[in-house]
T-cell receptor
Framework: ELKVEQNPLFLSMQEGKNYTIYCNYS?????LYWYRQDPGKSLESLFV?????AVKQEGRLMASLDTKARLSTLHITAAVHDLSATYFC?????????FGTGTSLTVIP | DVKVTQSSRYLVKRTGEKVFLECVQD?????MFWYRQDPGLGLRLIYF???????EKGDIPEGYSVSREKKERFSLILESASTNQTSMYLC??????????FGPGTRLTVT
C-alpha cells in the first residue's frame, strides 16, 4: 500500500514570507496531485503533476515532482491571507488515489 | 464546469439504521470514489468504481457497500449505522489520469 506523508502538518507563516510544503510517498507513483480545502468546504484541485520533473505554477503557488526521490513540493511565494487553507497531496497507483493527512496553513497579517 | 452533487449536506441517523448517501456527476466520468474524512486521518478511500456495476474495495470498506447502476450515480450504503461511522463523507469523480472533482460532502452524525 502506498503511504503518503506530508510535512509540516501545521504551518503558521507571516504575510510576505516564502515556505515549502513537502509530500513524500512510499512506492512508485507517476502522478501527484495537490488539492486545497477551505474550512467547511470540499476539496478543490490545484495541480496535476504527471511526470518526473513536472513543474506547475498558479499565482503564488508552485508545485514540482521528483519521482526518483518520491517527493513533491508545494512552494508558497510571498504568502497572503487568502492562501490560508488545508493543502493535501495525493499520489496515484493501482487505480487508487492515496492522500496525505494534509497541511493546515495559516497566514498571519 | 464539472459538477458533483451529493444528496445531503447534513444527516443525523440513529444507530442501526440503514443509510443511503447518493452522489451524482454530470461530466460522464468513468471513475467515481467514496471517501471519509476524519480529523488527523486525512481522506480514506471506502470504495471506488471504474465502470457501471463495477466496484472495488478501498482501504476501509467494512460496514459499507456501494451501488453503481448508472454511470452518473454512485451510492454509498451503511447497512447498519454505528457511532464510529460519524464522519464527513466525500464523493469524487474523475477521468484518469486527471484530477478528481469532489462533491460538497455529507456530514453524517450517528447517535
Amino acid at each position: 500500500e502506498l503511504k503518503v506523508e506530508q510535512n509540516p502538518l501545521f504551518l503558521s507563516m507571516q504575510e510576505g514570507k516564502n515556505y515549502t510544503i513537502y509530500c513524500n510517498y512510499s512506492t512508485t507513483s507517476d502522478r501527484l496531485y495537490w488539492y486545497r480545502q477551505d474550512p467547511g468546504k470540499s476539496l478543490e484541485s490545484l495541480f496535476v503533476l504527471l511526470s518526473n520533473g513536472a513543474v506547475k505554477q498558479e499565482g503564488r503557488l508552485m508545485a514540482s515532482l521528483d519521482t526518483k526521490a518520491r517527493l513533491s513540493t508545494l512552494h508558497i511565494t510571498a504568502a497572503v491571507h487568502d492562501l490560508s487553507a488545508t493543502y493535501f497531496c495525493a499520489a496515484f497507483t493501482g487505480n487508487q488515489f492515496y492522500f496525505g493527512t494534509g497541511t493546515s496553513l495559516t497566514v498571519i497579517p | 464546469d464539472v459538477k458533483v452533487t451529493q444528496s445531503s449536506r447534513y444527516l443525523v441517523k440513529r444507530t442501526g439504521e440503514k443509510v443511503f448517501l447518493e452522489c451524482v456527476q454530470d461530466m460522464d466520468h468513468e471513475n467515481m470514489f467514496w471517501y471519509r474524512q476524519d480529523p488527523g486521518l486525512g481522506l480514506r478511500l471506502i470504495y471506488f468504481s471504474y465502470d457501471v456495476k463495477m466496484k472495488e474495495k478501498g482501504d476501509i470498506p467494512e460496514g459499507y457497500s456501494v451501488s453503481r447502476e448508472k454511470k452518473e450515480r454512485f451510492s454509498l450504503i451503511l447497512e447498519s449505522a454505528s457511532t464510529n461511522q460519524t464522519s464527513m463523507y466525500l464523493c469524487a469523480s474523475s477521468t484518469l489520469p486527471y484530477e478528481q472533482y469532489f462533491g460538497p460532502g455529507t456530514r453524517l452524525t450517528v447517535t
